[in-house]
């Protein structure tokens, strides 16, 4: 049976009770007023935060400004190559030399033409074709047209216009997203890449298909794999090397992004031949295995294309071959990014289900599809129980999907008990943040602060960084053992210290517990 939405929590409960002495206390800027408002047996700091930001809830310029300053966990949906906004490709291309096709608006390699094929660095003198630039690279200023006719088709066709301007910058590109993130309290980020730039799927398209997985995979290791594996390890060097040049990680003035952890996850596109898309598989899993920057694999492109729809199984039968193999390598894969319309309803009916059971996805990327699965209950029940988590991206959803506000799972998915959080999918092309996507989730689903606390936390608690929880449970009411008596804030007793020292996991979410604390002293 369909169980409603948990509604208010106990939690803003009782802060509705201690509002009233706080409305008194709090200016309306409240930044920098924490000595003034300690009161005897008052409300604690957190309590404090959350009345302030009930009081500014409905004022959108105060809440992005609440929310940018917010400790969030993670991104851990989001995409390098859509990350990054097209003023930045078009400076990258205007750099390198390229030319853009005046009627595609297609990227590409010199010569250029002044006609037909400008150089992309004339538009930084004429302003005409760099606006012009700007909305073909991105979803800016978007009007359906007969060639381009809706906010799906252009979102899917920037990829193509910009991609000769992302190949030739991936380190400025890594920066530019890891800088972003901590410029908004970000924690903790998983990116979305290709490193071998196509060459797995290369390796597999020289090998017949016969469905036969150990023999195609005997037979991709022989071809070459490891020399990819190891191609793709410098490409990251190489990358992460740039990427610390530009944010000035070794001067005095390093930028905040430098010091945030980052990992990624390679992703396989799904809509190639299955002997590409198994090739790219085995490429994932082998990098994984190899290097400690990978921790998963994700599958990508539109669902809804026609390979994508009729290997889907396919695909979910592959990642259980190669999971059979090596358990210990993590999926987080792209699933249920679907709508009635845009595919037959059979489709709509198995995918989500198929990437948890049989892929053994730990963490499903949109799951907008959910409802319309067989026993969809019964699916939400299995997601809480095991712990699977949703990667919801609610500005792509809208533009992609045209699914928003009341037509949106997410709802759903909070009140089965399945984990959420919050991510960006591809915060460049959709010219949104993270912080947008919680000022988002606050305007249109009305969470409290403790519902933003847990989103941020659940980032953390369900990233694929190594090691144990700070957590007892995923429920957040009590740090594990070796950290029961510790305070955020003061340093932790010499127990959680070494549990802390024997789990990246466990410290990252220590300084968002650090963070919180600092960020709930302002109010
Ligand atoms: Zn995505």
């Known amino acids: 049976m369909p169980r409603t939405h948990r509604g208010l929590s106990w939690q803003c409960l009782a802060l509705v009770a201690v509002m009233a002495v706080v409305w008194l206390l709090a200016p309306s800027n409240a930044r920098g007023q924490a000595a003034q408002v300690v009161a005897p047996a008052g409300p604690t700091a957190e309590a404090r935060t959350a009345a ?30 859509g990350a990054v906004y097209a003023e930045s490709y078009i400076a990258h291309a205007a750099a390198a030399g390229l030319c853009v096709d005046r009627a595609t608006w297609v990227a590409g390699p010199p010569p250029c033409d002044p006609a037909t094929r400008p150089a992309v660095a004339d538009a930084l003198r004429d302003a005409t074709l760099y606006d012009a630039l700007v909305d073909a690279w991105s979803v800016r200023d978007f009007v359906p047209d007969p060639a381009v ?13 910009f991609n000769a301007a992302s190949d030739v910058a991936r380190g400025d590109m890594l920066a530019e997203v890891v800088a ?3 410029a908004q309290n970000v924690h903790y980020l998983e990116l979305m890449l290709s490193p071998d730039l196509g060459r797995a ?6 090998q017949q298909w016969d469905g036969d997985l150990p023999r195609l995979h005997a037979a991709l290791q022989a071809a070459g794999m490891d020399e990819i594996v190891a191609f ?7 990358m992460e090397a740039r990427a610390r040049e530009v944010l000035g990680c070794d001067t005095p003035g390093a930028d905040p992004g430098c010091a945030l952890p980052v990992r990624y996850l390679y992703q396989v596109n799904r809509v190639q031949p299955p002997e590409r898309v198994f090739a790219q598989m085995v490429y994932g899993f082998a990098l994984v295995q190899a290097d400690p920057r990978v921790v998963g694999v994700n599958i990508v492109a539109p669902e809804d294309a026609y390979v994508a ?118 915060e460049g092309v959709s010219r949104i943040d993270l912080t947008h996507e919680y000022q988002r989730a606050v305007e249109q689903f009305g969470l409290g602060y403790a519902d933003l606390k847990t989103l941020s936390r659940n980032g953390l608690e369900y990233s694929f ?36 020292d ?12 650090e963070a919180f604390a600092r960020f709930e002293t302002a109010y």
């Open 502 to 513: 024997a789990s990246e996991k466990a410290r990252v979410q220590w300084h968002l517990e």
């Open 201 to 206: 799927a290369r390796l597999g398209a020289l």
């Open 52 to 81: 302030y930001f009930a009081s500014i809830r409905d004022q959108p310029p105060l809440l992005r400004a609440f929310l940018r300053a917010f400790p969030k966990g993670a991104d851990l949906h989001s995409h390098l190559s």
């Open 232 to 238: 793709g390890r410098a490409q990251l060097d190489a």
């Open 149 to 161: 006719r809706s906010g799906r088709a252009q979102f899917f066709r920037t990829f193509r216009l």
């Open 309 to 426: 729809r009729r290997d889907y199984r396919l695909h979910m039968a592959m990642f259980a071959y190669l999971r059979e193999r090596a358990p210990a390598v993590n999926l987080a894969l792209h699933a249920g990014e679907l709508t009635l319309g845009l595919v037959p309803p059979e489709d709509l009916r198995f995918h989500i289900r198929e990437a948890v059971e049989r892929a053994g996805a730990r963490r499903i990327g949109h799951g907008v599809s959910i409802m319309y699965e067989d026993d969809p209950f019964g699916l939400l029940d299995e997601m809480a129980r095991r712990g699977v988590l949703v990667e919801i991206n609610l500005t792509s959803n809208a533009v992609i999907l045209g699914v928003e506000g009341r037509q949106s799972p997410f709802p759903v998915y909070r009140a089965a008990g399945v984990p959420v959080a919050l991510s960006t999918d591809d």
């Open 465 to 500: 960084l190594p090691g144990a929880s700070l957590w007892e449970t995923p429920a957040y009411a009590r740090f594990a053992a070796p950290c029961h008596d510790a305070v955020p804030g003061a340093p932790p007793p010499a127990a959680c210290q070494a549990h802390l």
């Open 180 to 182: 972003r993130a901590a």
